[in-house]
C-alpha cells in the first residue's frame, strides 16, 4: 500500500445498537470520512472481530467509501448498547474486551505511520493496554512533519490522568469540547482559571501548533501561539449531533493540510459540522456549496 498520501483515524470501530436498528459508529471512521471529503486520501485504522459484524463493518465502510485496514482479531466486533430514556435521553454502554481494544501493531499499520500526513487519535481506543501500545508506536514512527491530533473524546470512566498527559505529550493539535475542557481543568488543579487562560497555558506547555475548543450553540474557538479565531455557532434545524464533533476535526484538518490559513480552516469546519447536525447519521452526503 502506497501509505504516503494517508490521512488516517486510529482508534475505535464500533457499532451503536439503537433501538430503531444498528448504525455504523466510531470517530475514526468519522472523522477519515469528513476529511477526505476534500479530496485527501483517508483510512481507517482499527481491528475487527471474527463475525458477522465484521462483515457489516466491511460493507459500510465501503458504501461510504472508505479505505480501511482493519486486521481481524479474536475478539468480537464492538458495539455502544444506546437505549433512550422516556424523555429520549440516550444512555451508553461500550462495551468492553472488543476487537478494537486489541488492536495489533502490524507491518501494514506500522507502513501507514512511517508515511502518514495526519492521524487523529483519542482516549477511548487506549482504554486497553494493547492498543494504547499501539497507538504510541504509531505516533512515535510518524514523520515529523505529521500533524498528530488528540480529539480528547471523554467517554463515561474510559481515561486516566496518565493517558491524557501522554497523548497531549506526543499530540501537536488537541481537540476538545466545553464539558471536556471543565473536566480536565479539575484534573490539573486549575478550576478558578478562566477557560481561554486555560486553553493558552496547555498551548504553551505541550508546545502545541494548535488548540481547538468547540462550545456547541456558544461557538468554537482555535488558538495558536499569539493567534486567536472565534466564529459562532450558526443556527441550523438540528436532526441529530451524532458525529458532528468529528467532522469539524475531519474538515479543519483537511483545510490546514490543503494549505488555507488557520482563520479560513475554521470556517469550514464550522460550516461543515452545522450541514452534518442538519442530516441523520455522522456521514451524510454533502451537497456541492459544502466543498
Given at each position: 500500500?502506497?501509505?504516503?498520501?494517508?490521512?488516517?483515524g486510529?482508534?475505535?470501530a464500533?457499532?451503536?445498537?439503537?433501538?430503531?436498528?444498528?448504525?455504523?459508529?466510531?470517530?475514526?471512521?468519522?472523522?477519515?470520512?469528513?476529511?477526505?471529503?476534500?479530496?485527501l486520501?483517508?483510512?481507517?485504522v482499527?481491528a475487527?472481530?471474527?463475525?458477522?459484524?465484521?462483515?457489516?463493518?466491511?460493507?459500510?465502510?465501503?458504501?461510504?467509501?472508505?479505505?480501511?485496514?482493519?486486521?481481524?482479531?479474536?475478539?468480537?466486533?464492538?458495539?455502544?448498547?444506546?437505549?433512550?430514556s422516556?424523555?429520549?435521553?440516550?444512555?451508553?454502554?461500550?462495551?468492553?474486551?472488543v476487537?478494537?481494544?486489541?488492536?495489533?501493531?502490524?507491518?501494514?499499520?506500522?507502513?501507514?505511520?512511517?508515511?502518514?500526513?495526519?492521524?487523529?487519535?483519542?482516549?477511548?481506543?487506549?482504554?486497553?493496554?494493547?492498543?494504547?501500545?499501539?497507538?504510541?508506536?504509531?505516533?512515535?514512527?510518524?514523520p515529523?512533519?505529521c500533524?498528530?491530533?488528540?480529539?480528547?473524546?471523554?467517554?463515561q470512566?474510559?481515561?486516566?490522568?496518565?493517558?491524557?498527559?501522554?497523548?497531549?505529550?506526543?499530540c501537536?493539535?488537541?481537540?476538545?469540547?466545553?464539558?471536556?475542557l471543565?473536566?480536565?481543568?479539575?484534573?490539573?488543579?486549575?478550576?478558578?482559571?478562566?477557560?481561554?487562560?486555560?486553553?493558552e497555558?496547555?498551548?504553551?506547555?505541550?508546545?502545541?501548533q494548535?488548540?481547538?475548543?468547540?462550545?456547541?450553540?456558544?461557538?468554537?474557538?482555535?488558538?495558536?501561539?499569539?493567534?486567536?479565531?472565534?466564529?459562532?455557532?450558526?443556527?441550523?434545524?438540528?436532526?441529530?449531533?451524532v458525529?458532528?464533533?468529528?467532522?469539524?476535526?475531519?474538515?479543519?484538518?483537511?483545510?490546514?493540510?490543503?494549505?488555507?490559513?488557520?482563520?479560513?480552516?475554521?470556517?469550514?469546519?464550522?460550516?461543515?459540522?452545522?450541514?452534518?447536525c442538519?442530516?441523520?447519521?455522522?456521514?451524510?452526503?454533502?451537497?456541492k456549496?459544502?466543498?
Amino acid at each position: 500500500m502506497d501509505a504516503r498520501r494517508y490521512v488516517v483515524g486510529l482508534g475505535e470501530a464500533l457499532w451503536d445498537v439503537l433501538p430503531e436498528g444498528r448504525k455504523l459508529g466510531g470517530a475514526p471512521a468519522n472523522f477519515a470520512y469528513h476529511a477526505g471529503k476534500f479530496g485527501l486520501d483517508t483510512l481507517a485504522v482499527s481491528a475487527l472481530g471474527e463475525d458477522a459484524l465484521a462483515e457489516e463493518t466491511i460493507q459500510a465502510l465501503k458504501e461510504h467509501g472508505l479505505n480501511y485496514l482493519m486486521p481481524r482479531v479474536k475478539y468480537p466486533t464492538g458495539t455502544v448498547q444506546v437505549t433512550l430514556s422516556g424523555d429520549g435521553i440516550p444512555a451508553y454502554e461500550i462495551k468492553e474486551d472488543v476487537a478494537w481494544d486489541n488492536i495489533p501493531y502490524s507491518a501494514e499499520i506500522a507502513e501507514v505511520a512511517k508515511n502518514c500526513r495526519a492521524v487523529c487519535f483519542g482516549s477511548l481506543a487506549q482504554r486497553n493496554v494493547v492498543s494504547r501500545a499501539t497507538i504510541r508506536q504509531f505516533l512515535g514512527d510518524t514523520p515529523d512533519d505529521c500533524l498528530k491530533i488528540f480529539d480528547i473524546n471523554l467517554r463515561q470512566h474510559f481515561y486516566t490522568k496518565d493517558v491524557i498527559e501522554e497523548s497531549l505529550g506526543r499530540c501537536n493539535i488537541l481537540k476538545i469540547n466545553d464539558e471536556e475542557l471543565v473536566v480536565i481543568k479539575r484534573m490539573y488543579g486549575y478550576d478558578d482559571l478562566d477557560m481561554r487562560d486555560f486553553c493558552e497555558k496547555i498551548l504553551a506547555e505541550y508546545k502545541l501548533q494548535m488548540l481547538v475548543l468547540t462550545c456547541g450553540t456558544n461557538g468554537s474557538y482555535v488558538f495558536a501561539p499569539g493567534l486567536a479565531s472565534f466564529q459562532d455557532t450558526p443556527k441550523v434545524a438540528v436532526a441529530d449531533t451524532v458525529g458532528a464533533g468529528d467532522s469539524f476535526t475531519g474538515s479543519f484538518c483537511a483545510a490546514i493540510l490543503n494549505g488555507k490559513p488557520m482563520e479560513e480552516a475554521h470556517r469550514t469546519a464550522v460550516r461543515v459540522s452545522a450541514y452534518v447536525c442538519t442530516q441523520n447519521g455522522a456521514m451524510p452526503e454533502y451537497p456541492k456549496e459544502l466543498l
